[in-house]
């Protein structure tokens, strides 16, 4: 069998190849970055990072008993998420948010970005970005994660981004999100509006697969050998191997 080294460094050697081939095209790449560009959920993770920083102790205890899976209260969640409705545990954890100020909470998102990230990186897929944007690509990052942290990291790397927007009034968090168009159908439409002669994808998420299988170049990061056979069912992606 193939050794995960091996097996990966075709793929990365690949992925160069087309850059330098495709160098002088419009060229978009998107990556995801929640355990596609780090090992974070960002999500929960700033969640937490906020809480704890704010020292808001009730709020963070809620959030564990949300979240941890020795909680009683998960697996009742999880059930109900997995029958009736969608990201509920995400969904109630971003309400432990509601009534800070938006001025705090993009403070916060900088300061996360900062102190947490960088040793939450993944270094094969970071080496990917760094390539697209030597490449001279158009790099965005798309994600389902929160604006306040996605923002400050796009702007690290001076990059286009595309992420959960927070809902505002009065300058305080109402803990709702505004709509969020599906991925998929943000990417066509960019491509349908600046006419990107190619279209790359990198995500881990499951949910991307039909974005992965619609654009010309799709890229699955897989963490688990388990997980290796349902990305396999789409002949046309090419996996890295993590885990």
């Not at 094969?124 to 790099?139: P, W």
């Not at 709702?176 to 790359?200: I, Q, S």
Request: net charge positive.
């Amino acid at each position: 069998m193939i050794s995960s080294t091996r097996y990966n460094g075709k793929i990365f050697g690949d992925f160069r190849k087309a850059l330098e081939n495709e160098k002088g095209l419009s060229h978009l790449i998107v990556f995801d970055v929640c355990n596609t560009l780090f090992y974070s959920n960002t999500t929960l993770d700033f969640i937490e990072f906020v809480l704890r920083n704010n020292k808001a102790n009730l709020r963070l205890f809620l959030f564990f008993f949300i979240n941890k899976k020795v909680s009683p209260l998960f697996w009742i969640l999880l059930v109900v998420e997995k029958c009736a409705v969608d990201n509920l545990i995400r969904n109630l954890s971003i309400t432990l948010l509601k009534g800070i100020s938006k001025k705090e909470i993009y403070y916060f998102g900088k300061r996360f970005v900062k102190e947490y990230l960088p040793s939450k990186a993944i270094p094969q897929v970071h080496d990917m970005l760094r390539q697209a944007i030597g490449a001279k690509a158009e790099v965005y990052l798309i994600s389902d994660s929160l604006d306040p942290v996605i923002k400050p990291l796009a702007e690290n790397f001076c990059l286009n981004y595309m992420a959960g927007e927070l809902e505002f009034r009065d300058e305080s968090f109402t803990g709702r999100l505004k709509p969020f168009k599906e991925k998929l159908k943000r990417v066509d439409k960019m491509r349908e509006a600046a006419g990107y002669k190619r279209v790359t994808a990198i995500s881990d998420n499951k949910s991307d697969r039909r974005l992965l299988e619609t654009v010309d170049a799709g890229y699955a990061i897989v963490h688990k050998k388990r997980d290796r056979t349902f990305w396999q069912q789409s002949a046309s992606l090419k996996q890295i191997w993590l885990g």
